[in-house]
């Protein structure tokens, strides 16, 4: 009876008092299973500080609201996950804090998954204070999500995803299964850091649902996050479903807009929009049902179309949910657009997307017109808006819809960094005063650093040399980025092709002679960009090898975006075999600007920029700028430029092509030619070619494919060159180009 009764008094204590939670401080990969296995609510598995290699993170467990699992590192920030890694965790109330995934590339398509596998998702947990820096795949269109969210009543915050540069959304809230959706998630305070332009379609930094589960609501929120250069596509997020909130992020210079694509009843609130000039800035797309967008600043945006400061689609007839859907009972109130170059109405106007907006409002929204715009674009009726208690400061343009009413008012900055007009009585226009941009600091893991913006060629060390045996190619390796290598006069011979994997310059005084042996001089590798300066390069040393390039890059992908900068050479003698070209840009590589200026190019018979590798029309292309103005192009075989950027997609901003000031003489005739023209662009998006001379050589050729490419062409000589030749190849009406003042010669010679 005794020991019965002291039985019952340890059962009764160990209900009473609780049971301890273990801390596992593990220090391999098969510490981290085993202890994984053992876990108990309230539990913690802690990270030793270091490289953890390899290392596919699953994290199965269930915790308690009061006693959640934890997996954290012994150091925020001194735990790195490298090589081929990800995290997967699935069950309840789990948290998982402080790593970092950098140097590597998941093996799987997410590198943070809120499920464990597809029968095991996550409930009521939470990632905070992680970050994703850099961590591609090889292949630049290689397919995978940074975060992948499923589940119900998560929470992802304070997390930096920097530096996403393959194909494939940053961040993911999946709709696939029942469980997954009115989710109840919430993202926020996050810092998406810079994401550079992709080039292609899938470059979205936040997505929420897709088209397949457009009818479905997920009830996410999305708010206090930071866009820091998020430049990936014209969408920076997409939302694809239904009763979603977002609020109070800010988007700093980036590129795209916050687009409603899919789904109804989403709130857009109080979110700053930020472009400070920038191309392409664009602020709230507006598409489907019951949407409300209300209280968003936007200033200083550059983007039209469909990154205007506000687009309000068209839509289609009768759509299907993943197509678009007609715009009704859309409310647009209390927003102010300062500065901002475009508003657009009726958006993407066109046979298909003939529904204009129904039953929808405008009020309490304050612009700015005449020089600080916006100038509305109208691409349909908008008769199923109505307009009232809108304002604007300054003179209408033309084509400002009736319900806009001209105040005169003096706009100042307040605490906030915003702008307002100084008096009060005007309050009822606009945003609110009380709206609190939040802040770079605020965001994010607090102990990593954000990235600033720089020039890649600035920073570094000038090294001097002179001409001996193999100079170059050792200054080059042992060179930092940014370090500028400044040539003597005199020859220089190049026996190797140069590696090129950082940013490096290359620069002359105009006397300084380059020659070289092999099929190429220079390859841009990872990491690598290039600046010419002052050079002399000839060509006549090279052997007669298939796929001859002065410059090319790898022949495997390329991760990160690069340049190419050429001022003030000469380059000449690229021809010893038929297609020689200066410049050529190979599959899944992506240049962010090639500038050529005050440059001399002669006997060369390839083209000076090949960038015409991504054939298979996805949408895909491998340069965003071109820039060639003030250099002289004299017998030149092939095409000076050859852009290609093909398919339909609209989900991206170039290429952009710029040629002003140029002499072009015996340009594009070789007989190996196939294009027969001097310049190829296929697809260009945006193209200005200003002020240049053509002189016995092949006409410029410019194919319009999709969306709605600007296409200037003017005050251009062209001497016993044929007429330019504009094909509009999915467009059926009058051609898309402004061609005026330019002018051709028969027979003259200069």
Not at 58 to 78: D, H, R
Not at 438 to 467: M, R
Not at 678 to 684: M, Y
Request: with cysteine; proline share 4%.
């Amino acid at each position: 009876m005794l020991q019965r009764a002291c039985g019952v008094i340890i059962c009764l204590w160990m209900a009473i008092v609780p049971v301890h939670a273990t801390d596992y401080l593990v220090k391999n990969q098969s510490d981290y299973f085993a202890a994984e296995k053992k876990l108990q609510a309230g539990d913690t598995i802690i990270l030793s500080n270091g490289v953890w290699q390899d290392f596919e993170i699953t994290l199965s467990a269930k915790g308690t609201a009061e006693k959640p699992i934890t997996l954290k590192a012994q150091t925020p920030g001194k735990v790195i996950i490298s090589g081929q890694s990800n995290l997967r965790i699935g069950g309840h109330y789990l948290i998982v804090s402080g790593l970092v995934f950098k140097d590597g590339y998941s093996p799987t398509g997410e590198v943070i998954s809120f499920r464990r596998n597809k029968n095991e998702l996550a409930f009521n947990s939470r990632i905070t204070q992680v970050v994703v820096d850099h961590f591609n795949k090889p292949d630049r269109f290689d397919n995978d999500y940074w975060v992948g969210i499923y589940g119900q009543n998560n929470r992802f915050d304070h997390n930096n995803l920097v530096g996403k540069s393959n194909k494939g959304v940053t961040l993911a809230v999946r709709l696939n299964s029942a469980d997954s959706r009115e989710n109840n998630h919430k993202i926020d305070h996050n810092y998406f850091g810079p994401r550079p332009v992709l080039g292609s379609n899938g470059g979205e930094t936040l997505r929420i649902g897709t088209s397949k589960f457009a009818q479905y609501n997920s009830n996410t929120i999305v708010e206090n996050n930071f866009f820091d250069r998020t430049d990936g596509e014209v969408e920076i997020i997409s939302s694809k479903s239904g009763g979603n909130i977002l609020r109070g992020n800010v988007f700093f210079e980036s590129s795209g807009t916050l687009t409603l694509r899919h789904g109804d009843n989403n709130l857009v609130e109080r979110n700053v929009f930020m472009g400070n000039g920038k191309d392409h800035t664009g602020g709230i797309r507006v598409i489907n049902k019951g949407q409300t967008v209300r209280h968003n600043y936007m200033e200083g945006l550059r983007g039209s179309g469909f990154a205007s400061a506000l687009t309000v689609m068209n839509g289609v007839p009768n759509s299907p949910v993943n197509r678009y859907v007609q715009v009704s009972d859309a409310k647009i109130i209390g927003n102010s657009v300062y500065n901002s170059d475009v508003i657009t109405l009726a958006g993407g106007a066109d046979a298909e997307r003939s529904a204009p907006p129904i039953d929808s409002v405008m009020s309490g929204n304050l612009i700015t017109a005449g020089e600080d715009g916006p100038i509305f674009r109208i691409q349909d009726d908008i008769s199923g808006i109505t307009f009232s208690e809108n304002a604007r400061i300054g003179a209408a343009h033309a084509n400002h819809p009736d319900g806009i009413k001209t105040i005169k008012a003096k706009l100042v900055r307040a605490k906030n960094g915003l702008l307002y007009p100084r008096k009060s009585k005007f309050s009822k226009y606009g945003v609110p005063r009380d709206l609190k941009p939040i802040k770079k600091e605020e965001v994010g893991a607090s102990w990593y650093p954000k990235p600033a913006a720089a020039n890649k060629f600035d920073g570094g060390s000038d090294i001097a040399i002179t001409p001996s045996e193999g100079v170059i190619e050792k200054a080059i390796s042992n060179a930092k980025g940014g370090d500028v290598i400044v040539l003597a006069d005199g020859e220089y011979i190049v026996s190797k092709t140069i590696s090129i994997d950082k940013a490096i310059t290359l620069k002359g005084s105009g006397q300084t002679k380059i020659l070289f042996d092999r099929p190429s001089l220079f390859e841009i590798a990872e990491g690598g960009s290039l600046r010419l300066e002052g050079l002399a390069i000839d060509g006549e040393l090279a052997p007669d090898s298939v796929g001859n390039a002065l410059i090319r890059t790898t022949s495997y992908p390329i991760q990160s975006n690069f340049l190419i900068e050429m001022e003030g050479v000469q380059i000449s003698n690229l021809s010893v075999n038929k297609f020689f070209d200066v410049i050529k840009l190979g599959k899944s590589t992506f240049a962010d600007h090639v500038v050529i200026k005050d440059s001399k190019f002669t006997n060369i018979s390839g083209s000076i920029l090949l960038a015409a590798s991504e054939t298979e029309d996805y949408g895909q292309y491998n340069a965003e700028y071109v820039d060639i103005r003030d250099s002289n192009f004299e017998n030149i075989g092939g095409p000076i430029v050859n852009l290609y950027r093909g398919g339909r997609d609209e989900s991206t901003f170039g290429p952009h092509f710029d040629l002003k000031d140029n002499m072009l003489i015996n340009v594009g005739l070789d007989k190996n030619n196939e294009s027969k023209s001097a310049i190829v662009l296929h697809g260009a998006q945006y193209t200005k070619i200003l002020d240049n001379q053509f002189v016995a050589s092949a006409p410029i050729l410019v194919n319009h494919t999709v969306g709605r490419p600007q296409t200037r062409i003017a005050n251009n000589k062209f001497i016993s060159t044929p007429k330019v030749n504009i094909a509009e190849l999915n467009y059926e009406g009058e051609q898309r180009v402004i061609l005026n003042d330019n002018v051709y010669v028969e027979g003259e010679t200069e």
